[in-house]
């Protein structure tokens, strides 16, 4: 089997959604982070916050909403699905955010659905987000 084939049939197996109330495991192409994520190359940590879970999920969207090519898929206050496409071929990489409702976390996944290597998009993806929300929230203090 191809690299190209087995990433995308690995992608297949793990599509956007929640599993059992997370966030679905990345597949094992260097393609995907998550903060569920047990190997430390793929590994992001979640996003704190001290505010109601509603005024998060409503700052994450429009955080994500503002962002170039980026498509919402699905929006709760639970969980945030997005679609980024890329600039120059348009290929779709999924953006997750899970709130679980007994914690005060965002768990993040960022996941390219074609390829195998994404040259560390989806890492920089989750930390811009990171950044945008921490500096919002630091604002409300």
């Known amino acids: ?27 094992a192409g260097p393609h995907c982070v998550s903060s569920l994520e047990e190997r430390p190359a793929r590994r992001v940590a979640p996003i704190g916050y001290a505010i109601a879970r509603a005024e998060v999920s409503a700052l994450l969207l429009e955080l ?5 090519r980026m498509q919402i898929v699905t ?6 699905h997005a679609v ?24 993040l996944r960022s996941c390219a ?3 195998w290597y994404d040259f560390g998009v989806n890492r920089a993806r989750v930390e811009r987000l990171r ?6 929230l630091a604002q409300r203090r």
């Open 1 to 27: 089997m191809s690299r190209r084939s087995r990433s995308r049939s690995l992608q297949l197996d793990n599509p956007p959604g929640l599993r059992e109330g997370r966030l679905a495991q990345c597949p």
């Open 64 to 68: 994500i909403g503002s962002w170039p």
């Open 75 to 80: 929006a709760g206050t639970d969980y945030i």
């Open 84 to 107: 980024q496409r890329s600039r120059v071929f348009r290929f779709p990489d999924d953006l997750e955010c899970h709130l679980p409702a007994d914690e005060r976390l965002v768990y």
């Open 113 to 115: 659905r074609f390829g």
């Open 131 to 136: 950044q945008a929300v921490n500096r919002r």
